[in-house]
């Protein structure tokens, strides 16, 4: 799995998630990535960037995350960006939590959990999901295709486990993916520098295990919202109400 990460500058957990072997056979494009935020991307990840011949990009930040760490890639005619302006509530729900909770790792646990069960319904994922998969429908073989969020983990992660499920990649495989955050993103660099940034924020003091608890991923985060979600087939036929016709489409634009 370490061959599929990128070590870009400024933009964290960057990594291809398609090229899998499929149950029946067949092959994942090796033309899907996935990633945090991109508003810090250097000169040097741009030109990587340019390289992967990107022409979709799914943004699941919210407006007010969009505005904080705007992307360079709306404006990139080249590129159909999807994104929702479903606001959602005035503040993002993490920073409620990182204000107000104990910060104890079973409280941090218990939230991104929670957190988990959501998400496959919140408005704004489950427009941007649609369109995503809508956007993969009508790609080219050649095209690159960019999910993201602001860590590239929870809403990026979900994303990745429906699509590579709906094309057939076996549920072992669709987890690895998954929990490769924890080996991708380099939580050594990252997490003092995010703890500092709290305690000037809110005050807070949060400790090693508990801040790695809430950068990470667990098994039982992607387990809970499964839970949820039940048949992956039918969330995605019934919630995001794609049509049989579209998601034949999508197979046989990323299986080979």
Not at 178 to 186: K, Q, R, S
Not at 208 to 219: P, Q
Request: with cysteine.
């Amino acid at each position: 799995m370490k061959d599929r990460v990128f070590p870009l500058e400024g933009v964290h957990n960057f990594r291809r998630f398609g090229d899998f072997e499929t149950g029946s056979g067949r092959k994942v494009a090796n033309r899907l990535y996935r990633s945090g935020q991109f508003s810090r991307a250097s000169e040097r990840d741009r030109e990587t960037l340019a390289g992967l011949n990107i022409r979709q990009v799914a943004d699941l930040r919210r407006p007010r995350e969009r505005e904080a760490e705007p992307s360079f890639w709306t404006g990139e005619q080249a590129v159909s960006v999807y994104e929702s302006d479903h606001a959602g509530a005035a503040e993002p729900p993490h920073l409620v939590f990182l204000r107000e909770s104990d910060m104890s790792f079973d409280s941090i646990r218990e939230f991104m959990t929670q957190t988990y069960r959501r998400l496959p319904f919140d408005e704004g994922n489950k427009f941007v999901f649609q369109q995503g998969f809508r956007g993969l429908a009508e790609s080219g073989p050649e095209d690159g295709f960019i999910v993201h969020c602001a860590a590239g983990k929870d809403r990026t992660g979900m994303f990745c486990a429906l699509l590579l499920t709906e094309l057939g990649v076996d549920e072992e495989t669709v987890r690895k993916d998954y929990l490769f955050t924890n080996e991708a993103v380099d939580f050594d660099r990252i997490t003092p520098a995010i703890r500092r940034r709290l305690k000037e924020q809110t005050g807070r003091e949060v400790g090693e295990r508990e801040m790695r608890a809430f950068l990470g991923v667990e098994a039982a985060y992607l387990d809970a919202a499964m839970e949820e979600i039940g048949d992956p087939r039918e969330y995605l036929r019934g919630e995001l109400g794609l049509e049989d016709d579209e998601l034949e489409r999508v197979k046989r634009a990323l299986l080979t």
